[in-house]
């Protein structure tokens, strides 16, 4: 059984930043695209960064480019999600995903097979 677990997520003010991160287990993702959405309340979730397989290439959202950066632990078999100047619209579940397909959707929640529970991340002061 496949499992993903994000951790990290908190209460930050404006402008800090936090890192979230996603253990999976049940199979390895070394070779596969993994990546991270958001939902916030009342929305469609929606998508953050992506990292294809081995990471060779990486996808971000229009508006956490330059700021959020995701990256891999092959070894661990985890992801991560670097979040800094974070604002209030950041606010929301992040979610962690992986696929089972090599090449895939990479920006759309389709292309995902796997989700983890999520985790909370308040922008407030």
């Known amino acids: 059984q496949v499992l993903l677990t994000e951790s990290g997520g908190d209460l930050v003010q404006p402008g800090g930043s936090l890192r979230l991160s996603c253990a999976a287990s049940?199979?390895?993702?070394?070779?596969?695209?993994v990546a991270w959405f958001r939902q916030a309340p009342g929305k469609e979730r929606e998508f953050v960064a992506a990292?294809?397989?081995?990471?060779?290439?990486?996808y971000y959202g229009d508006s956490v480019k330059g700021r959020f950066a995701i990256s891999r632990n092959i070894a661990k078999n985890a992801w991560y999600l670097q979040m800094n100047s974070l604002k209030s619209e950041n606010t929301g579940v992040y979610y962690c995903?992986?696929?089972?397909?090599?090449?895939?959707?990479?920006?759309?929640?389709?292309?995902?097979?796997?989700w983890g529970q999520g985790t909370q991340v308040t922008v407030s002061s």
């Open positions: 990292s294809t397989r081995t990471g060779g290439l990486t």
């Open positions: 049940g199979r390895s993702f070394s070779t596969l695209p």
């Open positions: 995903s992986a696929s089972r397909r090599v090449s895939t959707d990479y920006q759309g929640a389709r292309g995902y097979d796997y």
